[in-house]
């Protein structure tokens, strides 16, 4: 009984000093599924913090349904994104970041871009859960480095 409860007083800590985004030299991974935009299948980004506002990273997203153009060079999406985080601006709880962003990348051979505004709650230091949407979505899991 007593390594339960101190598991739980672990866990409760490690919840307490979650934090979403903490600015310049912050890290995050998202992993998930792409629902809608150019196609449905799996996606993965990168983030990193550039300062208190602005972070920039890179996405890739793999379709298996549901191609750009029912074209099936489509299947690929590979990306560079920037987001604007509002979780100061908007005095949000620690946990919780919010960020509207832009991806410009290629699909197939054609040009891609996308808008989304994104949603991050960490439940732990490094676990939270993540879900864009936009003209190109995902929801999944949040990685904390």
């Known amino acids: 009984m007593k390594k339960v409860f101190l598991l739980v007083?672990?866990?409760i800590g490690t919840a307490v000093s979650a934090q979403a985004y903490t600015g310049s030299g912050d890290q995050k991974v998202?992993?998930?599924v792409a629902a809608w935009g150019y196609g449905t299948g799996i996606a993965a980004t990168y983030d990193y913090g550039l300062g208190s506002l602005i972070s920039v990273g890179a996405g890739f997203n793999a379709y298996f349904d549901r191609f750009k153009n029912d074209d099936r060079d489509?299947?690929?999406?590979a990306f560079g994104r920037v987001n604007f985080h509002l979780n100061s601006t908007l005095d949000l709880p620690s946990k919780l970041d919010i960020y509207p962003g832009l991806d410009i990348g290629v699909v197939g051979r054609d040009f891609g871009l996308g808008a989304h505004i994104g949603a991050r709650y960490?439940?732990?230091?490094r676990l939270g859960v993540f879900a864009e949407i936009g003209n190109n979505g995902s929801l999944g899991v949040s990685l904390n480095f």
Do not use: D, L, Q, S
């Not at 489509?74 to 999406?77: A, G, H, L, T």
């Open 9 to 11: 007083i672990f866990f």
């Open 30 to 32: 998202n992993f998930g």
């Open 74 to 77: 489509n299947r690929i999406f």
């Open 122 to 125: 960490f439940f732990t230091e």
